[in-house]
């Protein structure tokens, strides 16, 4: 079976610009997530998706935007680019947004990222 | 909030030696707990997850991790290095039972220890 998959592999973008990063769940799955992984530091929760609605969102400017389609596949979308959004952003899917009371231990299985560089 | 130290960004052990890396959790009740393995360009791989069964995990590639309360401490061990486990890995929380709120299947890493193994 396929894994995550995550569109493009490396970008290369100005300040400024706008960037779409996508992203294609395990098939079963319903949930994405989105990280950010500066170099040296652990990834960064951007947001997760389950059944199309937003269900979480991490400390991250309305400048970062995403959304999932019937297919439960999802793009992350960023404007206004700066240079310190230079970074791995990562695609986690598994099979629920969370358990009914709150806390998840669903696995999270992450794809290969997407290396952005804003010059 | 939810935090995860991981003591000592770089580790260095000799093949057939143990591997220890060390993670602490700060957390009001006893959160889920995983690791994750990184190999250079790639994505992030569960090693094993915590989620309130048995205290000590068994994981892939010979990894194990035992929970302690008590010391808010969930390390990673290996009873014997191979050239193969050379990569950097990240200690990560998700929110507990009953979190509710935006945290919905947020993982919260710490900021990954990386590990070499010399001949």
């Known amino acids: 079976d396929a894994g995550v998959t995550q569109s493009p592999t490396h970008l290369i973008k100005t300040r400024g610009q706008h960037v779409t990063l996508r992203c294609s769940p395990i098939?079963?799955?319903?949930?994405v997530s989105w990280y950010q992984q500066v170099l040296g530091q652990g990834p960064q929760f951007i947001f997760q998706?389950?059944?199309?609605?937003?269900?979480g969102r991490g400390n991250f400017p309305d400048r970062f935007s995403a959304r999932q389609f019937p297919n439960y596949s999802s793009e992350l979308n960023v404007n206004a680019l700066l240079l310190g959004d230079s970074a791995l952003y990562l695609c986690?899917?598994?099979?629920?947004?969370?358990?009914?009371?709150?806390?998840?231990?669903?696995?999270?299985?992450f794809g290969p990222g997407t290396r952005l560089t804003v010059l | 909030a939810q935090s995860v130290t991981q003591l000592g960004s770089h580790v260095s052990v000799s093949e057939g030696a143990l591997v220890l890396l060390r993670c602490n959790y700060s957390?009001?009740?006893?959160?889920?707990l995983f690791w994750y393995v990184q190999y250079p360009n790639q994505g992030l791989q569960l090693l094993l997850k915590?989620?309130?069964?048995?205290?000590l995990v068994k994981g892939i590639n010979g990894f194990e991790a035992e929970f302690k309360k008590s010391e808010t401490s969930f390390h990673l061990t290996k009873p014997s290095a191979h050239m193969s486990d050379a990569a950097e890995y990240f200690c990560?929380?998700?929110?507990?039972?009953?979190?509710?709120?935006?945290?919905?299947?947020?993982?919260?890493f710490g900021q990954g220890t990386i590990l070499t193994v010399h001949p």
């Open positions: 998706y389950y059944e199309k609605e937003e269900r």
């Open positions: 098939s079963g799955h319903k949930s």
């Open positions: 986690a899917s598994s099979l629920a947004g969370t358990s009914a009371r709150g806390g998840s231990t669903d696995t999270q299985y």
């Open positions: 957390s009001s009740v006893p959160p889920y």
């Open positions: 990560a929380v998700s929110p507990p039972a009953n979190a509710g709120g935006t945290s919905y299947g947020k993982l919260t």
């Open positions: 915590y989620t309130s069964a048995a205290t």
